[in-house]
């Protein structure tokens, strides 16, 4: 493969392909790759070695591509772009390159895109990845699970919140502990304004697929398949903050194992949420039923109570059968969304046989209080 790569370099220093996952021209700027050596000058044909590096070399406007294979690494981005020349990491064209620890965008580093990657957190010591604690970071084409060791997504903490975060054709899939303790989740939202969420698989999580809590404002969730997670979407707050104006809107919330498809809970003395909107949304099967307003904070009007009728969910497949009532509500979401479902590699299969290990005693925690 190196000579090929070498080869190809000849007659370009840096080569334009076709990105697989987003299906326009990639420019790799930067390069790294399993094999290469981080003295290197960090060309395509000569590529650094570990993620890290790359990333810290990136200016405005760059493009570092990884190549394929499995970076065992933290990767920190601290240097980002700016506004129309974000910093972009992504796999070689035609490639897909997968990092195992934990990914954090740290504040000051906006304008930074992640795309067509394979994000394992499994060795990110149990804390949150991707972490995000900048603003204009957009993830996109990505596949993002944990191996069922902490939460996946988190946006905005103590270290930085998080503003216009966009997650979007994306797979989060397989994050939080198990038996599920009612605190680890797909897609934590904790501190930031502007998320949007949209045109994602989010599914196999052991708490909620999404998460607004405690400070998530103006966030917009459509066009994703929530499915399979110990319940879907809460909207909730505390510390007197509270999580308002969030538009959820054409998608496919399922199959809670735990709890509801959507709920909220706000505790005694808080604020509750106000604005926030789920509509036009198809609900299934939630092991508590679909959509539980009694916490307020939330209104549910013209929602579809149906049977998705996905093709195969148990290995992870979601798209539509032929007829699915829910096909005019939301589109078919996952036959949308790139690439066509598979296994994370190095992940366990995504299926339901994960849930089997939630005890009476895990149903118990995760109802005893709802956050």
């Known amino acids: 493969f190196k000579k090929t790569l070498s ?6 220093a840096s080569l334009s392909m076709m990105a ?10 930067l390069a790294a790759s399993p094999s290469g050596s981080d003295s290197a000058s960090g060309s395509v044909a000569a590529p650094f070695q570990t993620a890290q590096k790359l990333v810290d070399s990136l200016a405005p406007g760059q493009t570092g591509c990884l190549e394929s294979g499995t970076y065992n690494q933290d990767v920190a981005v601290s240097n980002g772009g700016s506004a129309g020349a974000p910093v972009t990491l992504t796999s070689y064209p035609g490639q897909t390159a997968t990092i195992t620890g934990r990914f954090w965008i740290a504040k000051g580093a906006d304008y930074v895109t992640v795309n067509g990657l394979n994000l394992d957190g499994q060795n990110a010591g149990n804390l949150p990845s991707p972490t995000v604690n900048a603003n204009n970071a957009t993830f996109s084409y990505d596949d993002v699970t944990d191996d069922h060791t902490a939460i996946c997504f988190l946006l905005g903490s103590a270290w930085g919140s998080a503003t216009n975060t966009l997650i979007t054709n ?15 989740h797909g897609i934590y939202v904790e501190d930031a304004t502007n998320t949007t969420i949209q045109w994602n698989e ?6 909620r697929g999404i998460q607004l809590y405690p400070d998530a404002t103006n966030t917009t969730i459509d066009h994703n398949v929530i499915a399979d997670n110990g319940e879907g979407i809460i909207f909730s707050g505390d510390g007197g903050t509270a999580s308002d104006n969030a538009n959820v809107y054409a998608n496919l919330v399922t199959g809670s194992l735990i709890r509801y498809d959507i709920e909220s809970w706000y505790p005694t003395g808080n604020p509750t949420g106000t604005g926030n909107q789920v509509h036009g949304n198809c609900l ?9 307003t009694s916490g307020g904070g939330f209104s549910a009007e013209n ?14 497949n979601f798209q539509l059968k032929t007829g699915s009532p829910c096909q005019a509500i ?3 979401i996952a036959a949308a969304i790139n690439p066509e479902p598979t296994s994370n590699p190095g992940s366990s299969t995504p299926t339901r046989t994960h849930h089997a290990h939630r005890t009476a005693r895990a149903h118990r925690t995760a109802r005893a209080h709802r956050t």
């Open 330 to 332: 939301a589109g078919n």
């Open 303 to 316: 929602n579809t109570v149906a049977n998705p009728e996905y093709v195969n969910a148990a290995a992870g």
């Open 202 to 207: 989010i599914y196999n999580n052991a708490d």
């Open 20 to 29: 697989g996952s987003a299906g326009a021209a990639t420019t790799c700027n």
């Open 284 to 292: 299934w099967g939630g092991a508590e039923g679909t959509i539980n």
């Open 170 to 184: 994306s797979r989060i899939h397989g994050c939080g502990i198990m038996p599920a303790a009612n605190h680890e």
């Open 7 to 12: 080869a190809a370099n000849v007659a370009a």
